[in-house]
């Protein structure tokens, strides 16, 4: 690590002249055109294939659930086995409202955030004082723990049989949620719209730079008097909250809350969309999540076993030979072309 | 008074067979932990390749069980060290989550191979028929099965006790672990010795896994099912020892049989409870040195 920086010091790349540490941040926080496709894609989709409004759907949950995870993965680097904690929780959350009468869509998501950011900020408070496998095994701990009260909550969660009979009112008292998902598809873009355009402000700024700089260099951060541990709570929260709407999105949109929302599993997929698309890039997850989903709607149609294998192989040959995930390869092709 | 005794005598009884099987399976995890640093979470796999390995020499082969367990053991060790030499080397120095979603990935391809070979039901170990028998002690009867594994357990423990601490090759095993840089510098392949001792320790899994195949049923889910309880007999336990992870799977075998025993309706909750207030209060595990 330091080598490299040593050279890159010493060699700095002829493309891009030398700025001022503030010019190359508003610069790099400007918008560029390919930013917006996953947008057209959002749109053309919705066009394109209505009958398959309810995957989509689904994939864009994904989609902001990966994204919260790559605040902390990505850009704080944070490893965790449990963050399906959160979205779990979000989950658990919205649904037992709309279960008890409260209906209304978008205060019960606002709900959701709350409650898994509050948890987000407990648990994160007490486990990001370790690190290393002992804040792996926190993580894993925390999820098996919510998990486990799930199932044995059954009077309150539905336990193994899952939530049932959760009733919206119409969106906005307007909308109401259609068979054919129309609304529930356009509800969950515009809600991965504003996360979206919430993080990419959040990580271009002073604060997310930190976080990078806890990734980057611990005992510098340290150095200089940031107060890290604190940064990374706040970091964890804000993930968290948002993890929690993607699991509300899930059970408003799927109308059943079931016990696998809360899962070591949930939490191992995830990462592996995210790893998949490219971790830290903020664009990880709206490539990484469609191909894991479509894949596995695919595949797993022929035979989940198999799906299994091509998923471990995928992982085992993204982690030795393409690091940088999907957009990584993007980024090597690109840069052999221009040079 | 006395209804509680033999409560108490069956549980301690059975939850120290399956913290035996925990610690023969975990111990080689947490040496190449604290060795190497390297986050192995397909150590279950190489349980349940050894599981798979006696049951099928067993069966179709008609091996015996001594001699189905021997080949077993020696088949995932050789296998180990092809993995390791051609796939774990490579992330040594890589960051963490790379190491763990490596493992992960290796995990899912080895569910979905045994998935395909021996189908998804759990495999049934036929035990040789003095197994099958019960011990009868102080008026009450034990299976053979579960004092045979508590036995084997204790002398693993006790040969890798001495192994560790009596041995020249376990000072050089202390040495690495304590510090790698120095312990390479005053001449000890560390790399060599990684190799050994991985391999030592996923035949050991792999023994196990054979051994406890009939309490720990082996089923294609088997390295997800039980990787909680191997992380967590290596992280309370702390890593690169032999001696905590033993005391560790004594207090998770025993606690999670009374747990489950006395408690059904709370499952394994109160383990996690108790894992989490473990790890805040030791970090680095109750006898590792942080």
Not at chain 2, 253 to 269: M, R, W
């Amino acid at each position: 690590m330091l080598g490299s920086f040593a050279l890159r010091r010493l060699f700095p790349p002829s493309r891009a002249p030398t700025t001022s540490p503030v010019e190359y941040m508003v610069r790099s926080h400007r918008l560029r055109w390919p930013e917006l496709l996953p947008w057209v894609v959002v749109i053309a989709c919705y066009q394109g294939f209505p009958s398959y409004l309810a995957l989509g759907s689904q994939v864009m949950i994904m989609v902001l659930f990966a994204l919260s995870l790559d605040l902390i993965m990505g850009y704080a680097g944070i490893v965790t086995l449990g963050h399906a904690a959160f979205f779990g929780v979000g989950a658990y959350s919205a649904g037992l409202l709309a279960v008890h009468g409260w209906g209304e869509p978008i205060s019960a998501l606002a709900v959701a955030a709350v409650v898994a950011g509050l948890l987000g900020i407990v648990t994160g408070a007490v486990i990001l004082r370790t690190h290393g496998l002992t804040l792996l095994m926190l993580t894993l701990a925390v999820v098996s723990m919510l998990s486990e009260a799930a199932n044995k909550a059954g009077s309150i969660t539905g336990g193994a049989d899952g939530l049932q009979g959760i009733t919206l009112s119409p969106l906005l008292g307007l909308f109401r949620f259609d068979m054919f998902g129309r609304t529930a598809y356009i509800y969950c873009a515009v809600v991965l719209l504003l996360a979206w355009a919430f993080m990419r402000v959040l990580v271009h700024s002073p604060f997310g730079r930190s976080l990078t700089g806890v990734r980057e260099n611990l005992p510098r951060m340290h150095a200089i008097g940031a107060p890290v541990h604190r940064r990374l709570v706040t970091a964890y929260a804000i993930s968290a909250a948002l993890a929690g709407v993607a699991g509300a999105l899930q059970a408003q949109t799927t109308q059943f809350v079931g016990l696998n929302v809360i899962s070591f599993d949930l939490s191992g997929a995830v990462l592996i969309m995210l790893i998949l698309g490219g971790v830290g890039r903020l664009y990880g997850a709206f490539i990484g999540a469609p191909i894991y989903l479509i894949a596995q709607d695919m595949l797993s149609r022929l035979d989940p076993v198999y799906w299994f294998f091509w998923v471990g192989l995928l992982l085992v040959v993204v982690v030795l030979f393409a690091r940088g995930g999907i957009l990584g390869l993007f980024d090597a092709l690109r840069r052999r072309i221009v040079r | 008074m006395d209804q509680y005794v033999p409560a108490a005598v069956s549980i301690l009884f059975h939850g120290l067979a399956y913290a035996m099987i925990l610690y023969v399976i975990s111990v080689g995890l947490s040496v190449t932990m604290g060795l190497m640093g390297f986050a192995n979470l397909a150590h279950g796999v190489f349980a349940m390749a050894g599981g798979y390995l006696t049951v099928s020499f067993m069966n179709p082969l008609g091996l015996d069980f001594v001699s189905a367990l021997v080949v077993a053991v020696l088949a995932v060790a050789a296998i180990s060290v092809v993995l390791e030499r051609f796939l774990y080397v490579r992330l040594y120095e890589a960051s963490e989550i790379e190491q763990v979603l490596f493992t992960i990935g290796l995990i899912f391809m080895a569910i979905a191979v045994a998935k395909f070979i021996w189908g998804p039901l759990p495999q049934h170990l036929p035990l040789p028929g003095v197994l099958h028998s019960q011990i009868e002690m102080m008026g009450r009867s034990f299976p053979t099965y579960r004092a045979f594994i508590i036995v084997i357990g204790m002398l693993i423990a006790f040969g890798l006790w001495a192994g560790i601490e009596r041995t020249s090759f376990g000072a050089r095993i202390r040495a690495s672990v304590d510090n790698r840089r120095m312990a390479r510098s005053v001449g000890i392949d560390t790399d060599r010795l990684f190799t050994f001792t991985f391999a030592l320790g996923s035949g050991l899994a792999a023994f196990g896994g054979g051994v406890g195949a009939e309490i720990m049923a082996i089923h294609p889910g088997y390295p997800v099912e039980h990787l909680v309880y191997f992380l967590i007999v290596v992280a309370v336990g702390g890593m690169g020892s032999v001696r905590g992870p033993f005391v560790a799977a004594l207090l998770l075998g025993v606690s999670d049989t009374a747990c489950k025993y006395l408690l059904p309706e709370l499952g394994a909750f109160f383990i996690y409870v108790a894992l989490f207030a473990a790890l805040l209060w030791r970090p680095a595990g109750l006898f590792g040195r942080a």
